[in-house]
């Protein structure tokens, strides 16, 4: 079959099935920007805040300018007065008002959004030119646009408007980091494409959490997908197709209908299964245990719709990315009581932070992605608590505190050394101990191990000796038997679940587990995968804990 379409570019799927939409180019330093839409009558009061903001831009410019040509020293000041015009001109240019007018009006994106959005559109110009001092003065335009949004980040924002009657978006960037992502959730996107990432990058668990096609590792996508490009998101096939003709274009929407047709059955098979309370069990007659990861607490309506009989993973530390604050007890608490609530008596996992690596706190905290040479080995998840025992303590307190309401089961991340096993039970009498002091009541806690790193997965009956349970961070796992970085899409053909070695790993500590009588479950992303259902089951796994997205498909395959 001979494809005319103006571009073609192949990732790895995160399944999903299929999007169609027009695309929205985001740089990744803008992608905190808030999406969505407004309605019709807002829009002049949308135009007036961008308006406003660009005028107390102008006004500041216009003031620096003065003060430079009062300066003593005469050379510099001319330099950077010359600078500012530039950014005076580029900020009072027709072309940047009339877009995001266009924007704001025609297509009722919010100001913010208007703004990045017009911005990409002048940055592909300046790419395309010629000349190269006119190509660096995109750098300029990006300046003075930061200024612009820094300016609106002040004046209040709208309601959003109901997205269902807007066309559909697709998201295109280079890269996402996990905590952009988890704010898209709320977002009006339909589907998302990166240039970079790995399957079971943090940026692609949450993006497939989300149940909507998404593709990483599309490697040029963002270059070949110009700002309102329609584009094709196969996320089954990790496809995407640039502005596709008619005849592929129709094909794809019979291929959306009848996977949506196909979805819907099976929410009505999964919901029938929900009422039917028949126990999910394995080729022996015993019983499976569902259970749910999810990020933020407001993902337990997801569990329970989806039939979950417990969580099995919340990692907390998305309580903690992109906030220059970090949340203090009193806030944890109410987040982890709000899942032990919801529940409804069911079990409840909650991991300490597993900050670090691809899940770098806010950058104001001084702890950026990248600073290190080889962040996945560095001061990540519990090497991070014991570091900072203070913020370590907080936690523990909360989630004690949080047990009033029922039992929760806390989970270590990135255990490997008995010496850091000793630390944590400690700190955890500590928190006791603190709580006690103010006579603050707490309740019962469980404590577990996560093992996914190799050294623990070989020192099993280690941990056995001081945790009550152990649930296999195969995500985690896989990456550091193989030496192979989760998030590098030019290694991706390397992170390979069924090698040898994670597979001997992954039985040895299911068994001893089983042996000793401690409850063992798989919560990284083969849990979910129905490629390795079977052999988990024949190793005697019997506690799976998945995205609530993947729970249906999953039952119906353990059912077969
Ligand atoms: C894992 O490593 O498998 C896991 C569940 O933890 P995370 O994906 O958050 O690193
Ligand atoms: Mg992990």
């Not at 152990?470 to 590098?488: K, P, W």
Request: hydrophobic share 45%; net charge negative.
């Amino acid at each position: 079959m001979s494809f005319s379409v103006h571009g073609l570019s192949v990732g790895r799927g995160l399944g999903g099935g299929v999007a169609i939409g027009r695309a929205v180019r985001v740089l990744s330093s803008r992608a905190n920007v808030a999406h969505y839409f407004i309605t019709p009558d807002q829009a002049p009061a949308e135009v007036q805040r961008v308006r406003t903001a660009r005028n107390v831009v102008v006004e500041e410019l216009q003031r620096l300018q003065l003060s430079l040509s009062d300066h003593v020293n005469k050379d510099a000041p001319h330099e950077l007065s010359a600078i500012m015009d530039v950014h005076l001109m580029l900020l009072q240019d027709d072309t940047l008002a009339e877009g995001v007018r266009h924007y704001i009006e025609e297509r009722h994106y919010n100001a913010e959004w208007a703004l990045t959005t017009q911005l990409e559109v002048i940055a592909e110009q300046f790419d395309a030119m010629h000349d190269s001092y006119m190509r660096e003065r995109k750098g300029d335009l990006e300046q003075v646009v930061e200024r612009v949004l820094k300016q609106l980040q002040g004046s209040a924002q709208l309601t959003a408007a109901n997205q269902a009657n807007h066309e559909s978006l697709i998201l295109v960037a280079h890269d996402l980091s996990p905590a952009d992502m988890i704010r898209f959730k709320s977002d009006v996107f339909s589907g998302f494409v990166t240039d970079v990432g790995g399957k079971t990058s943090h940026t692609a668990i949450v993006a497939r959490s989300m149940g909507i096609p998404a593709i990483v590792g599309a490697k040029s996508a963002s270059q070949l997908v110009r700002q309102d490009d329609w584009v094709i998101v196969d996320a089954d096939a990790g496809v995407l197709i640039v502005n596709p003709t008619d005849r592929i274009l129709a094909q794809y929407r019979q291929k959306q209908t009848d996977g949506l047709a196909a979805w819907h059955e099976h929410l009505a098979s999964e919901s029938r299964d929900i009422k039917q309370s028949a126990p999910l069990l394995a080729p022996d007659g015993t019983a499976i245990t569902l259970l749910a990861n999810i990020e933020l607490p407001g993902d337990t309506a997801a569990a329970l719709a989806a039939g979950a009989q417990g969580i099995g993973l919340f990692r907390t530390e998305f309580l903690f990315m992109g906030r220059a604050i970090l949340p203090d007890e009193e806030e944890q608490y109410a987040a982890y009581s709000e899942v032990v609530v919801a529940m409804k008596g069911m079990p409840v996992t909650i991991r300490t932070i597993d900050i670090g690596a691809d899940k770098p706190l806010d950058p104001s905290h001084g702890q950026e992605y990248g600073v290190h040479t080889n962040p996945a080995l560095g001061l990540r998840a519990i090497r991070w608590c014991l570091a900072e025992p203070a913020m370590f303590l907080t936690q523990l307190r909360a989630l004690l505190r949080a047990a009033v309401h029922g039992r929760i089961e806390v989970l270590i991340p990135m255990l490997a050394h008995e010496g850091e096993i000793k630390q944590c039970l400690l700190m955890v009498d500590r928190a006791r101990t603190q709580l006690d002091a103010v006579g603050v009541a707490y309740g019962e806690i469980g404590l577990g191990a996560m093992i996914e790193v190799p050294a623990a997965a070989l020192i099993v009956p280690t941990f056995l000796k001081y945790f009550d349970f152990l649930s296999i961070g195969s995500n985690d796992l896989i990456q550091y038997t193989l030496a192979v970085d989760r998030t590098d899409e030019t290694v991706a053909h390397l992170y390979d679940g069924n090698h040898p070695a994670v597979q001997f790993l992954i039985e040895s500590t299911i068994k001893q587990s089983i042996a000793a009588g401690k409850s063992i479950s798989v919560c990284g992303e083969m849990a979910g995968d129905e490629s390795h259902t079977q052999a988990l089951l024949a190793m005697g796994l019997r506690s799976f804990s998945m995205h609530p997205s993947q729970m249906a498909s999953f039952k119906k395959f353990a059912r077969q």
